[in-house]
């Protein structure tokens, strides 16, 4: 896995770490191994669901790294390939595929969470322009993004029905962003308001006032993302149990400590049996089916999997566990990124609205 650091994550202003980085890049947006399924006059390869696991495979097979990790190829390009006009999809998708826009996510406001279609943020009409004033919250990268697609409200008449979904670009006068530092001490997200900003309405995906079905079908796929554990960055991908032993070493062969022993077997059954909902996942999403229901599930647990493991990880590394600082003075991954997990509960929608939906959708709970 690699550091934050290392992440290619494209657009206009984005520095690579290496020429090596940006051979990769361009080498794979070539052939479209950026956005594999996505169709060639997008800037994908046109592959199927069956096919792009091969690849996927395949590149896993030699230790490739992603060329591209971007919330543009796992959140805007399957919305507006969906919902986009012919030109929205001409104009935005084939920048993305490329790693040259970087995009960020405007839903959440100070007081619209959990409670999204609360949203406040007003796109008022102006002849062919909307003009937006309000403030969204704890939009990741935003400091770092080119262009920010937004939820904001075009008709105050009715909550659902009078949200829509517009692209704009973070250059454009009115826009400021705020950095907020987390409890890690990294400061990945911000604070965006937004003053008499003036987008055109062709911006606009999927019409006046139906943002809120693109949100979530957006949401469904964040949800996927998330729960398949590929937002859950950590400097070590390393197998919890070889992890865990290179922390407490072994005694005749294993793990001395029962307790222990017990929860690392227990966790490895688990996430074998994840990964295999997540493949099968993966294969019905990419194959046109999927619900969002399926998505909640797999957010839900893929989170407390991963939290276990951290909680696992820094019983095993005891009072260590809690270094900050190197001996050489350097950041520690460990305690950084436990810290970090304790985010998963709550990024693309808490773990509470996740069993919320699971109750009422699959469950079918009276009173849900
Ligand atoms: C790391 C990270 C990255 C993020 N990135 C982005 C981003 O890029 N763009 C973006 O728009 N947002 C982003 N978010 C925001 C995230 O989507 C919200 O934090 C989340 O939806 C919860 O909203 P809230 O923080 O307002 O909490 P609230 O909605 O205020 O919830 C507070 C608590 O009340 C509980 N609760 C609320 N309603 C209910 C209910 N009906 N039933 C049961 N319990 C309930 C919640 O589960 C939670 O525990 C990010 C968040 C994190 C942590």
């Known amino acids: 896995m690699q550091s934050d650091r290392e992440i290619c994550w494209g657009g206009r202003d984005f520095k690579f770490i290496s020429d090596a980085q940006r051979d990769w890049l361009r080498a794979c947006a070539s052939r479209g191994f950026t956005v594999p399924t996505w169709p060639q006059a997008y800037g994908g390869a046109g592959l199927d669901a069956q096919q792009a696991k091969v690849l996927e495979q395949e590149m896993a097979a030699i230790d490739a790294r ?11 390009g399957p919305a507006l390939l969906h919902f986009g006009t012919d ?7 084939p920048p993305i595929a490329r790693g040259e826009i970087r995009w960020c996510q405007g839903y959440s406001e100070p007081n619209s969470g959990s409670d999204l279609a609360s949203l406040a943020t007003r796109a008022e009409s102006d002849g062919d322009h909307y003009v937006i004033n309000g403030q969204k919250i704890w939009t990741s990268y935003a400091d770092h993004a080119d262009w920010i697609f937004a939820l904001v409200r075009t008709d105050t008449n009715t909550k659902h029905g009078g949200i829509s979904f517009v692209l704009i670009d973070m250059d454009d006068p009115g826009i400021t962003t705020k950095p907020i530092t987390l409890i890690s001490g990294k400061s990945p997200f911000c604070e965006v308001f937004f003053d008499n900003v003036r987008v055109p309405k062709a911006n606009c995906v ?7 079905t693109v949100a979530k079908a957006l949401l469904a796929h964040e949800r996927q993302s998330i729960g398949s554990a590929s937002l859950m960055v950590s400097t070590d991908d390393r ?8 922390l407490v070493g072994l005694d005749e062969g294993r793990l001395a400590e029962p307790m222990l022993r017990a929860s690392v077997a ?27 229901t399926t998505a909640s599930l797999l957010k839900y647990y893929g989170a407390e999997l991963n939290k276990r493991k951290f909680e696992l990880l820094m019983t095993a590394a005891g009072n260590d566990g809690v270094e ?7 950041s520690t991954d460990l305690p950084r990124s436990w810290l970090r997990t304790k985010a998963n509960s709550i ?3 808490t773990s509470e609205i996740q069993l919320n939906i699971l109750a009422k959708h699959t469950l079918r709970l009276p009173g849900a």
Not at 206 to 212: D, I, L, R, T, Y
Not at 239 to 246: F, G, I, K, S, Y
Not at 272 to 292: C, H, M, T
């Open 266 to 292: 227990q966790w490895e059954v688990d996430k074998a049996a994840f990964d295999a909902l997540v493949e099968q996942a993966q294969l019905e999403y990419r194959s046109g089916g999927g619900s969002p």
């Open 87 to 93: 030109e929205q999809k001409a104009s935005y998708l």
């Open 347 to 349: 990024e693309g929608g």
């Open 206 to 212: 999927a019409g006046e006032n139906q943002g809120w």
């Open 66 to 76: 992603p060329p591209l990790v971007s919330f543009g190829v796992s959140m805007l």
């Open 324 to 330: 900050w600082r190197d001996v050489d003075g350097g």
């Open 239 to 246: 197998p919890l149990r070889e992890r865990v032993v290179e």
